[in-house]
């Protein structure tokens, strides 16, 4: 059986995503998630409740959220007050490397919102070039986009 290098060995070298191995791959997973993207993005514009924040990203389940919020505290991108009253109040909020990173993909959330007619172009060009042929089974129809282009 190959021993498992512990955290320490691994922080003895410098931070690769690409090595599977390096911790940094999973914080990366963590800050892109799709929950974790909307969450840092939510608590750049101000702390937030848990039922505020839930309400705050349309679809994700209490679980989900309760999963994330979890594990961008563990990573000190969130910080999670316990305040002492009857019935308990939680409040969440960016630590300064969370807000760091927040920005990160904020602007790449943003960049996604003005390209989306683009990418709709895009969708829809590749999906006209890739009829199915005679006889084949048709392809599964995206349904049409809620966003609206100018």
């Known amino acids: 059986m190959t021993p498992t290098p512990d955290a ?14 390096c911790p940094s ?3 990366l997973e963590h800050v892109t ?6 969450v840092l993005i939510a608590l750049s514009e101000r702390g937030y409740r848990f039922s505020e924040l ?5 679809g994700v389940s209490e679980k989900m959220l309760a999963q994330t919020l979890q594990t961008l505290e563990r990573d000190g991108m969130v910080l999670r007050v316990v305040h002492p009253v ?26 996604v919102e003005g390209r989306m007619c683009a990418v ?3 969708r829809d ?7 199915p042929a005679a006889g084949a089974a048709p392809r599964r129809v995206r349904p049409p986009s809620r966003c609206r282009c100018p």
């Open 8 to 21: 320490a060995t691994l922080l003895d070298r410098m931070p690769d995503v690409y090595d599977r191995m």
């Open 25 to 27: 791959r999973g914080v």
């Open 33 to 38: 998630s799709r929950w974790g993207v909307l």
């Open 54 to 58: 839930r309400r705050r990203v349309s």
């Open 86 to 111: 009857i019935p308990p109040r939680v409040d969440y909020s960016l630590t300064p490397m969370g807000a760091e990173a927040a920005a990160m993909v904020s602007a790449l959330a943003h960049w």
């Open 120 to 122: 709709t172009e895009a």
């Open 125 to 131: 060009s590749y999906d006209a070039a890739a009829e």
